[in-house]
């Protein structure tokens, strides 16, 4: 089972006050694959996200992760047991560059200290040079190399966003979590992010992907999850989620779904 | 950035270029002196100043922590060069002890005033490193009772300066038939450790440790869902702040020969402070800027003030210490209103990568 399971998420949730954001949701995610993660607005995707990578404290269920728990873990530990996301309104480091930003994701992966850093020994400038090419590769592999050099928040919207993937892919991530990547982009831009998710899935990450354009995950995802009011009201394969009539029901309104049952 | 710099060779302009500014700052205490021993002493100032703003940069200007009681580590590198090396306990320990024990001991300060504040930001971060700033200097006010370990308000006096066997850095003499002053001394000194932190600080900036502090100042939710660990590091930030504080503190006793909690208020820190955001925080040679010109711009008017008001009116209108702060008060909004991020702020650090040229041969 873990030997094909990176992620078993087990009767995960999750109350603000009054409001029951996750109830009891469980699913699987399994290695290598692009699994979606849809659901109108308020639904708890990007709370999902939030529990998942330790920004928010469940109030029950668990996860594991790669055959181990993760429980009660920091965000910074999360990163660093293999878990890297982006960010739904794009959290870059806007007054640093492109290439820097990408850097900084290569922190957990590396390690030089204080000393390191004053005394320049021949071992932390191998280190700088490797974290420079490896970061310039990544920017390189989204597409945005050419903008290295410029403040990240000098960057086209679109582009901000593939940083955001590259800053998180230098992480080295087994998962890679998305959080709607291709909000606000055009349909040329969409298209190529979906090459991006390919080639990303191809070279052996695994993709949870959080996204409102439903040509876009019905096109790419494996598998998809779908939740309403903090509820799993489904999980299956593209086509199979699709024809559901409570997805149909939750997207389109009650009724609806019963005239579409009707016709 | 250096990194690169070390590879390719450096054109010979730069290296005739560094070795201008080599002599030019090595000839101008004698410059300075010429006009008056008084500015050899500013200068001496306007360098312990370099030291604290850019370790007040490091906390407020990398890792975007308003810190508004920095002087605290000052006073507690001041006072254990005091107290080491002065009659006051008749201990008199040679500086190049003393120096690194201050650094240490503003370090621990430093972890000690990080570690409750680390949630916090902005303004509350702003009111409880004031707090901390006013605790030490009335610590140091008031621990002359029962024991009397800082000797109050009177402060510590007779402190010993800086000595290498026979030879005082305080004391007039000559060296190879050149004489100097004491404050001419003390300059070389102090050219040297200013060189030593600026070249820390700048290798601090471009490291590993320098980006973890930018990320935080950025987007701490950022920062950590990147896998940084934001406790360890920013009270490295602190720490690191902190120490560069404490030496410049204990060059400060060294100097002065005195010291007195009168010397470490609120208005201290919030020069400081000024230094850094003046001068472009988070950009070392703007910090440098800034310190250099908010020690020498007040004296400068100090000194010109009262001449100019002869020349223009035939008499003093108003005191010479009034007009210096006033005009360094239009002075600071001014420059907020037309220059807000600084008067050097930082440009983009562009990386010439090797990698962008040739993919196969970087390694």
Redesign the interface.
């Known amino acids: 089972m873990s030997q094909l399971s990176l992620l078993i998420a087990k009767d995960i949730s999750k109350r603000f006050g009054g409001v029951q954001a996750l109830a009891d949701v469980s699913f699987t995610i399994n290695h290598g694959e692009i699994y979606g993660l849809i659901g109108p607005n308020g639904a708890g995707k990007t709370s999902l996200f939030n529990v998942l990578?330790g920004?928010y404290e469940s109030d029950g269920g668990s996860f594991v992760f790669d055959g181990e728990p993760l429980d009660r873990v920091?965000?910074?530990e999360?990163?660093?047991r293999g878990i890297?996301?982006t960010?739904q309104n794009i959290?870059?480091?806007?007054?640093?560059?492109a290439?820097?930003n990408v850097?900084?994701?290569?922190?957990?992966r590396?390690?030089?200290?204080?000393f390191?850093?004053?005394l320049?020994d021949k071992k932390?400038?191998a280190?700088?040079?490797a974290?420079?090419?490896r970061s310039?590769?990544l920017l390189d592999y989204v597409g945005v190399?050419k903008r290295?050099?410029?403040?990240a928040k000098h960057l086209a919207y679109g582009d901000q966003r593939r940083l955001e993937i590259a800053?998180?892919l230098?992480?080295e991530p087994k998962l890679l979590a998305l959080d709607e990547p291709a909000a606000g982009m055009n349909a040329t831009e969409t298209q190529a992010l979906k090459r991006l998710l390919e080639d990303i899935r191809r070279d052996g990450t695994t993709i949870l992907l959080i996204e409102h354009d439903m040509k876009l995950v019905m096109s790419i995802c494996d598998r998809v999850l779908v939740l309403d009011y903090g509820k799993k009201i489904a999980e299956g394969t593209s086509a199979a989620v699709q024809n559901d009539p409570k997805v149909i029901a939750a997207y389109l309104g009650g009724e609806v779904a019963l005239n579409l049952k009707g016709t | 950035m250096t990194?690169n710099a070390r590879r390719d060779s450096i054109p010979p302009k730069i290296w005739a270029g560094v070795a201008l500014v080599a002599i030019a700052l090595a000839l101008l205490p004698f410059a300075a002196g010429y006009i008056g021993q008084a500015w050899v002493r500013i200068l001496n100032f306007a360098m312990i100043y370099i030291m604290l703003a850019l370790g007040l940069n490091i906390v407020v200007g990398f890792a975007g922590l308003l810190d508004l009681g920095y002087i605290a580590f000052y006073a507690v590198g001041a006072y254990m060069y005091a107290l080491l090396a002065s009659p006051h306990f008749n201990l008199h320990l040679p500086f190049w002890v003393i120096l690194p024990l201050g650094a240490g001991l503003a370090c621990i300060f430093g972890v000690l005033l990080g570690a409750p504040t680390l949630k916090l930001r902005g303004d509350y971060l702003a009111i409880v490193t004031l707090g901390f700033g006013e605790i030490i200097r009335i610590f140091l006010n008031n621990l002359n009772a029962p024991v009397n370990v800082t000797n109050g308000p009177q402060g510590v006096n007779l402190i010993d300066p800086f000595r290498i066997d026979a030879f005082s850095f305080a004391q007039a003499g000559n060296i190879l038939g050149v004489p100097f002053s004491g404050p001419q001394k003390y300059y070389y000194v102090l050219l040297l450790l200013t060189i030593g932190v600026i070249v820390?600080n700048l290798?601090?900036q471009n490291?590993?440790?320098?980006?973890?502090w930018?990320?935080i100042r950025?987007?701490e939710?950022?920062?950590?869902?990147?896998?940084?660990?934001?406790r360890n590091v920013k009270l490295?930030a602190f720490a690191?702040g902190a120490s560069f504080g404490g030496i410049a503190g204990g060059i400060f006793s060294a100097t002065q020969q005195f010291v007195s909690p009168e010397s470490f208020g609120l208005f201290e820190s919030i020069i400081v402070l000024a230094m850094v955001v003046l001068g472009g925080m988070g950009h070392i040679p703007g910090v440098i800027l800034g310190a250099v010109l908010l020690t020498l711009l007040p004296e400068f008017l100090r000194s010109t003030m009262e001449p100019l008001q002869h020349l223009l009116f035939g008499r003093v209108l108003l005191d010479a210490e009034t007009v210096r702060l006033l005009v360094f008060g239009i002075a600071l909004v001014v420059i907020m209103l037309y220059r807000p991020a600084g008067l050097w702020p930082s440009a983009?650090?562009?990386?010439e990568?090797e990698?962008?040229r040739a993919?196969e041969a970087?390694?």
């Open positions: 990578t920004i920091k965000p910074n999360v990163a660093e890297a996301r960010f959290r870059l480091f806007q007054n640093l560059s290439l820097e850097m900084i994701g290569r922190h957990i590396t390690q030089a200290g204080v390191g850093a004053i320049r932390t400038l280190e700088e040079a974290i420079e090419k310039y590769e190399a290295a050099n410029d403040l800053r998180a230098a992480t | 990194a820390i290798r601090l490291s590993r440790l320098g980006r973890a930018e990320a950025e987007d939710v950022a920062a950590k869902a990147m896998g940084i660990n934001t490295l690191m983009v650090r562009k990386r990568l990698v962008a993919p970087a390694e």
